[in-house]
């Protein structure tokens, strides 16, 4: 079975930081391109950061660029979300994701991260 145990959600002000991980089990997870996704209520689950199974190339949202970092480590399986400069608009709820091309998606449970002064 394939899990991903997230960490590092919680409550901060705005300007603030916080730094998300997301450790796998149950799969190769130096095979799989990994990414972050969050959804506030009301609105589509979006797209926050993504990054190839060797950890060379990485790509951010708009929303995200220059405060937010995605990284990797294949020997602990685990990876990481940055967040700096934290606004109330990045409050939602981050979801780490695996996927090995088309063939396997997996998700993880989800934590919350809520930025409000």
């Known amino acids: 079975q394939v899990q991903f145990v997230e960490s590092g959600g919680g409550s901060v002000q705005p300007g603030g930081s916080l730094r998300l991980s997301c450790a796998a089990s149950?799969?190769?997870?130096?095979?799989?391109?990994m990414s972050w996704y969050r959804q506030a209520p009301g609105k589509e689950r979006e797209l926050v950061a993504s990054?190839?199974?060797?950890?060379?190339?990485?790509n951010y949202a708009d929303s995200v660029k220059g405060r937010f970092s995605i990284s990797r480590d294949n020997v602990k399986n685990t990876v990481y979300l940055q967040m700096n400069s934290l606004k109330p608009g990045d409050t939602a709820v981050y979801y780490c994701n695996g996927r090995y091309w088309s063939q396997y998606d997996y998700w993880g449970q989800g934590t919350q991260v809520t930025v409000s002064s």
């Open positions: 149950g799969f190769t997870f130096s095979s799989l391109a």
């Open positions: 990054i190839t199974s060797d950890g060379t190339y990485r």
